[in-house]
């Protein structure tokens, strides 16, 4: 098994060998256990499903929530020659259909799917007629409600694996506290469990934290120490660019990022900095998942995160390729005030929920019992404008009522636009022959993007078109509209806003399900989260690394040596390498048994009292023995 793992490695990756861990976890799914996998960002999630899911027969099934990832990761795998696809919100039906009949039929290898879509009629029809392998649930800690990113479609997992029962079945996530690891293996129902966790201490990652009243005139003091690429989080897409144009005046090679940005200024933006054409990119919570670039060294966080979480994921974007790098936090006195009243405001009182969901409804004309799965371009000031909310109780109240499974808005969804041949090739060959002045545009069509669009829908550049083909873009979309209308094509044009999705069908808003116990709970949960992030931000006396490992339960962490901490502790002299120390103690004791007042005074830039509780801790691991004479000496 060992072999046929690192034959696919080799020949898929290029990788001789597995990163730590990933091995173990593949082995333990093949062999039919019910895993879940804690690997930090960066540490190869993606690899531990995806490699056992091509040596097994079948297809595996990943659920994800996040649609640029399924998408970049569907991409990336057939870069490596391999089939993938992806059904989420905002698809059409014929789409899905189609993209379902290839899994049947087609050998597609991967299918990536939101939550949301388990349920579903087509996609539980189509599952009972496909080989499934594997179900892969990535991000696996948004099952569980004491989560920092609980997704209610995610309780529906457990129910669809009962129509895949021969599955094996692996949960990924980054980060999880015990508590979070003890609710995803009871939500998924585990059986055969085993968890995997590599350790949350990064050893050339260190953590800083700053008080700062002049934030920006520290972060430029930081880019000038710290050379190489850098990403700024900030909270507001405003902030971005503003913060942006600062480091630029500044004389660095910036640029900025967020959700509002189209899909092609997005891609370009990333891929310049990925490709170090920009030095620093400025950004909102945003940017950053499913990147794959090594050489970041520095990540700073202008305002304070809501989780350690989600500051554990962001921070560790940096030295993935394992070489020193900085996670540094600046934040000042109002910082820690703004982040208590953004925990209440995110908790809009039921009254306001009730009037935003109808006020949804009244917005998109939904009838009571209808729109399930249904998705709408959803622009946030023309709906404040139209129903004089404010804008955080709008923004605030779609997030709690997609907590309650009612709603889903993808802040980030920008489709290109997409083309399905829903001809043969025989018949799109004839209508070619009678009409000459399209023959030459599908010709480029089919040049520029392939013949997958005979079996399903490719995304398609109406710009690209138009250069190809030296003509304006607006006459490229009439041609694309008329193919449409005569049956030639199926056409699907970009959706450039965000998308908002009535997960259930739309409720009489008096009798809207919404669980108050429940809320309440999570309102209390997310407190104690944000006071965890306070009392990391203002703890002066603890190793960073310890105090991050402790928050995910990683209670025997050693201090980094790296941190802000324990950088100025060796400043001071006090720094104790615990394990130079230890070592010393064994190869003196190995040479001869020796007293402890001997061993003490032959460790003479130690104290006695470090010494001692050294000798402690090897007594107590069993490492060493008190022999006859009262001396230490090694355990055979």
């Not at 399900?513 to 009392?535: C, M, T, Y």
Request: charge should be neutral; charged fraction near 30%.
């Amino acid at each position: 098994m060992t072999t046929e793992i690192q034959q696919v490695l080799k020949k898929v990756w290029g990788y001789d060998r597995f990163r730590p861990l990933q091995e173990e976890i593949i082995n333990a799914v093949m062999e039919g256990n019910d895993v879940l996998a804690i690997l930090p960002t960066g540490g190869g999630k993606s690899v531990c499903f995806q490699v056992p899911a091509l040596v097994m027969e079948g297809i595996c099934i990943v659920v994800s929530p996040l649609i640029a990832l399924m998408k970049d990761q569907v991409e990336q795998l057939k870069k490596r020659g391999i089939s993938a696809s992806a059904v989420y919100s905002g698809m059409s039906r014929r789409e899905i259909d189609i993209v379902l009949d290839n899994c049947v039929y087609g050998g597609v290898k991967f299918l990536y799917v939101s939550p949301e879509r388990l349920q579903t009629e087509i996609l539980k029809e189509r599952v009972k007629k496909m080989q499934v392998s594997l179900l892969a649930v990535d991000e696996a800690h948004c099952i569980s409600q004491w989560g920092y990113d609980f997704r209610p479609p995610y309780l529906e997992i457990a129910d669809f694996r009962e129509l895949i029962p021969t599955a094996k079945l692996i949960a990924l996530t980054a980060s999880a506290t015990p508590k979070v690891q003890k609710d995803i293996q009871e939500k998924l129902k585990f059986q055969r469990s085993k968890v995997f966790q590599r350790s949350f201490a990064r050893p050339n990652l260190s953590y800083s934290v700053r008080f700062e009243e002049h934030k920006e005139g520290k972060l430029m003091e930081i880019l000038a120490k710290v050379p190489g690429s850098a990403i700024v989080y900030v909270r507001s897409r405003k902030r971005t660019q503003l913060l942006a144009n600062y480091l630029i005046r500044s004389g660095i090679v910036a640029d900025y990022y967020h959700a509002g940005l189209s899909n092609e200024v997005r891609n370009r933006k990333q891929e310049d900095w990925v490709q170090d054409k920009l030095r620093v990119i400025v950004a909102t919570n945003a940017f950053g998942m499913g990147i794959d670039k090594a050489n970041v060294r520095t990540v700073i966080h202008m305002d304070l995160p809501d989780t350690l979480e989600a500051y554990y994921q962001e921070a560790g974007r940096a030295g993935r390729d394992d070489r020193k790098a900085f996670a540094v936090m600046l934040y000042h006195k109002k910082d820690v005030e703004e982040l208590r009243e953004r925990i209440l405001q995110a908790y809009p009182s039921v009254d306001v929920l009730r009037r935003v969901y109808q006020s949804l409804a009244n917005y998109y004309k939904i009838a009571v019992g209808s729109s399930q799965l249904a998705s709408y371009d959803f622009v946030l000031d023309d709906f404040i404008e139209t129903f004089g909310f404010n804008r955080n109780e709008v923004y605030y109240s779609i997030k709690k009522l997609s907590e309650e499974g009612l709603i889903q808005l993808n802040e980030s969804f920008f489709q290109p636009s997409r083309v399905h041949i829903t001809v043969d090739h025989q018949k799109l060959y004839e209508f070619q022959l009678f009409n000459e002045t399209y023959d030459s545009f599908i010709k480029a069509l089919l040049r520029i993007y392939g013949g997958e669009m005979f079996s399903t829908y490719s995304s398609i550049s109406e710009r690209q078109l138009s250069l190809f083909l030296k003509i304006p873009i607006y006459e490229v979309k009439q041609k694309l509209k008329y193919l449409e209308q005569i049956g030639i094509i199926s056409y699907d044009q970009q959706k450039d806003k965000p998308q908002l999705t009535f997960i259930t069908p739309r409720f009489e808003t008096s009798r809207l399900p919404l669980d108050i116990r429940k809320i309440n709970g999570r309102k209390h949960q997310d407190i104690e989260k944000s006071e965890a992030v306070i009392a990391y931000v203002e703890q002066k006396n603890r190793c960073r690394t310890q105090l991050l490992s402790e928050y995910f339960g990683e209670l025997k962490a050693d201090k980094c040596g790296v941190c802000d901490f324990c950088v100025e502790e060796k400043r001071r002299g006090e720094f104790v390498d615990e394990e130079s120390l230890r070592i010393s103690i064994l190869e003196m004791v190995k040479q001869q048994p020796l007293l402890p007042e001997e061993l003490t005074g032959k460790l003479e830039n130690f104290s006695q009292e470090v010494v001692i509780e050294s000798i402690r801790k090897l007594l107590d691991g069993e490492e060493l023995y008190y022999d006859k004479g009262g001396r230490l000496d090694l355990i055979k």
